[in-house]
């Protein structure tokens, strides 16, 4: 019996007020799903608490998928997902894995909350897993690790990067570059190939997708490397 934490946004509008923003949907259903078939336990939490939008963009036919699709058509899951725990309601709890689902909406309300950080130091600090998808790697950048260093420092990690934020044209939008972020803070960014393709890295206890499309992959890795632990 495996335990996990899911960190989900609670911002629904880019700072410009033009566009609507939120959970990217896949990069949390999938995790959910194969954690479930497991009988694993599963918290949802967001840094406010309560409900949690979704990125419109992400229930757009062609990105929504059949399992992505069900959850967000079952009512139950709905009512879980907008009844999210606060991040400071759960920061003493014990997880097996703490996970970072993304959207854009997450580069607002992950980077500089304190106590999203103190879980994830935490978390990485015992030798647990943390995981981390797209945009929803932006609440790595700014953990740090009891000697003061930036915990993706040297690591290799994957995010949505500065070229896939082109495609989705939201470069005007996002407050900063990812990109250039994770690369400020020493971490080795390993691109997928071809842009917008499943890409999953794998660092010890650190494990990051890409985008969107590295959701089903991403949720088998981490399905697959909490198996091999055991405390």
């Known amino acids: 019996m495996k335990e996990l934490l899911l960190i989900v946004t609670n911002v629904a509008m880019y700072?410009?007020?033009?566009?609507?923003?939120?959970?990217?949907?896949?990069?949390?259903t999938h995790i959910y799903h194969s954690a479930?078939?497991?009988?694993?336990?599963?918290?949802?939490?967001?840094?406010?608490?309560g409900?949690?939008?979704?990125d419109p963009e992400s229930l757009k036919p062609l990105v929504l998928d059949k399992i992505s699709r069900d959850y967000y058509e079952n009512p139950a899951f709905m009512d879980e997902l907008?009844?999210?725990?606060?991040?400071?309601?759960?920061?003493?709890?014990?997880?097996?894995c703490v996970y970072l689902a993304g959207g854009h909406a997450t580069m607002y309300d992950f980077p500089?909350?304190?106590?999203?950080?103190?879980?994830?130091?935490?978390?990485y600090g015992k030798g647990k897993m943390v995981a981390a998808i797209c945009h929803g790697v932006g609440g790595l950048l700014n953990v740090k690790l009891p000697d003061g260093e930036y915990?993706?420092?040297?690591?290799?990690?994957?995010?949505?990067?500065?070229?896939?934020?082109?495609?989705?044209?939201?470069?005007?939008?996002?407050?900063?570059?990812?990109?250039?972020?994770?690369k400020e803070r020493g971490a080795d960014l390993k691109k997928a190939f071809i842009p917008m393709?499943?890409?999953?890295?794998?660092?010890?206890?650190?494990?990051?997708?890409?985008?969107?499309f590295s959701s089903k992959e991403m949720a088998k890795v981490v399905i697959r490397e909490l198996e091999k632990q055991y405390y």
């Open 112 to 123: 500089d909350d304190a106590t999203l950080q103190a879980i994830i130091s935490n978390q």
């Open 36 to 49: 479930k078939e497991k009988g694993w336990g599963i918290t949802i939490a967001s840094p406010k608490g």
């Open 15 to 28: 700072a410009s007020g033009r566009l609507k923003t939120g959970l990217w949907l896949s990069e949390l």
């Open 197 to 212: 393709t499943s890409n999953v890295v794998v660092d010890g206890n650190l494990i990051t997708g890409q985008n969107p």
């Open 151 to 182: 915990l993706i420092r040297g690591k290799s990690m994957t995010g949505f990067d500065w070229f896939e934020e082109a495609i989705a044209r939201r470069k005007r939008e996002v407050p900063f570059n990812l990109e250039a972020a994770i």
């Open 51 to 54: 409900k949690v939008p979704i």
């Open 82 to 96: 907008n009844h999210s725990g606060s991040l400071e309601a759960v920061k003493n709890d014990a997880f097996d």
